[in-house]
């Protein structure tokens, strides 16, 4: 098996892992409060946390079990893997710097936060450094990427008018005005852009992924020019 795919395997396991465990988490407190699966459903995909961690579930599993597979070529390109890479390193900054001290969680609730926040974050971006060519990566990809959030932040708006609920108190508009949410949405959209340069800064001091130069030289030599195109 190629070192890629078993990394892919075992990253993919870990995210799959956060992910079900907040999932198991949220339904049995919005049963034990009277809510229901489908309150507890709703609630659980306002966040832009879970919608990005089943992001990287979806990149990390399709190379990992079916790696000949038109989905896993898809989330195999350079600019795919490098936005995903940006989008969770983003969940993992924005949530230590503006909620870390917000939230509290203990037992399970714990190890869920760190699996979603942390761990899976930095597994993603250490697949993306040890396994994707970046030569084809090029400056506009970052901003590219950012209809990601912008798209979020949309959907968030939309879906606060209609059910009344916010995911996160710097993006409600019901207590702290459209204005104000803009204001926030365009320094966290500055944010991500800033995560995606420096990302992509870094890639420019790697000429070839360690595990792509090791597959595809398995006894050692020098990889051809284009190799990591």
């Known amino acids: 098996m190629q070192r890629s795919r078993l990394l892919a395997m075992v990253f993919a396991a870990v995210a799959w892992a956060g992910v079900l465990l907040q999932v198991y ?34 990149a990390l599993t399709a190379p990992a079990v079916a790696p000949a597979s038109r989905r896993a070529a898809a989330f195999s390109k350079p600019d795919v893997v490098f936005g ?3 989008s969770i390193l983003f969940v993992a900054i924005s949530f230590h710097l503006l909620l870390r001290n917000v939230w509290h969680r203990q037992g399970l609730h714990a190890v869920a936060n760190d699996l979603l926040h942390y761990v899976t974050p930095a597994l993603y971006v250490i697949y993306w450094w040890l396994v994707t ?97």
Not at 25 to 32: N, Y
Not at 191 to 213: C, D, E, H, T
């Open 25 to 58: 988490l949220t339904l049995d407190s919005a049963l034990t409060s009277g809510k229901g699966i489908t309150s507890g459903l709703i609630m659980l995909l306002g966040y832009f946390t879970i919608l990005t961690n089943l992001l990287v579930c979806a």
């Open 84 to 86: 995903v890479a940006t």
């Open 133 to 229: 060519p970046k030569a084809s990566l090029r400056w506009v990809h970052p901003v590219g990427w950012g209809l990601y959030p912008t798209l979020y932040l949309l959907y968030a708006l939309i879906r606060g008018v209609l059910i009344n609920s916010y995911p996160y108190s710097f993006i409600d508009a019901a207590a702290i005005g459209y204005p104000r949410t803009l204001i926030n949405g365009v320094c966290l959209l500055l944010a991500y852009f800033a995560i995606g340069f420096v990302l992509l800064g870094l890639s420019r001091l790697q000429k070839q992924p360690p595990l792509v130069a090791r597959e595809e030289y398995p006894f050692g030599g020098a990889a051809s020019s284009g190799a990591s195109g």
